[in-house]
T-cell receptor, first 115, second 117 residues
């Protein structure tokens, strides 16, 4: 089955700085990679996702990059703000129809943005 | 309405009790999920319903019993739980089962925080 490793487990940055969270996956058939944000006591929410036919995707201050050869993908947050403080989960999925329809989550990164 | 609503928000039960968690969505989604989340851990998939039929059961103990009465409702019946079952139980839905070409995004509810004494 798929295994997703996520680093770092905790990350502290000064407000305005950039934050980068990295994930690696094991199953070369995985082709969909979402990122979920979970604020303290709240539900996980999808913030950005990428498919394997795309190398990079941006949405305002958030970007995700994917290197399929190396089997890793990263979340980049620029100009961080205190409201970016949360736990971020990466995930991987094979949605070709041959997979199990299960998202495999990384263990999460607790991001703290210091004002 | 882009909400997945879960009740109750908090539940405390003894090991001999029987209780139920409820989940409702009115987005017309045809796939619904139960996840279990322990503190500082990612969500773990328990069950998946697609078109009101159980599609995936991740080897969950029989003391957890899911039910999907209709396309908008999902229940999780709890009986004879153990203290290690204490966790946040998240319901989620998606347009179709995650992994098809039509949809990928999971919409989560706020969860039911369960404490087993």
């Amino acid at each position: 089955g798929e295994n997703v490793e996520q680093h770092p487990s905790t990350l502290s940055v000064q407000e305005g700085d950039s934050a980068v969270i990295k994930c690696t996956y094991s199953d070369s058939a995985s082709n969909y990679f979402p990122w979920y944000k979970q604020e303290l006591g709240k539900r996980p929410q999808l913030i950005i996702d990428i498919r394997s036919n795309v190398g990079e995707k941006k949405d305002q201050r958030i970007a995700v990059t994917l290197n399929k050869t190396a089997k890793h993908f990263s979340l980049h947050i620029t100009e961080t703000q205190p409201e970016d403080s949360a736990v971020y989960f990466c995930a991987a999925l094979d949605d070709s129809g041959a997979g199990s329809y299960q998202l495999t989550f990384g263990k999460g990164t607790k991001l703290s943005v210091i004002p | 309405d882009t909400e997945v609503t879960q009740t109750p928000k908090h539940l405390v039960m003894g090991m001999t009790n029987k209780k139920s968690l409820k989940c409702e969505q009115h987005m017309g989604h045809r796939a619904m999920y139960w996840y279990k989340q322990k503190a500082k851990k990612p969500p773990e998939l328990m069950f998946v319903y697609s078109y009101e039929k159980l599609s995936i059961n991740e080897s969950v103990p029989s003391r957890f019993s899911p039910e999907c009465p209709n396309s908008s409702l999902l229940n999780l019946h709890l009986h004879a739980l153990q203290p290690e079952d204490s966790a946040l139980y998240l319901c989620a839905s998606s347009q179709e089962i995650v992994g098809t070409a039509y949809t990928r995004e999971l919409f989560f509810g706020e969860g039911s925080r369960l404490t087993v004494l």
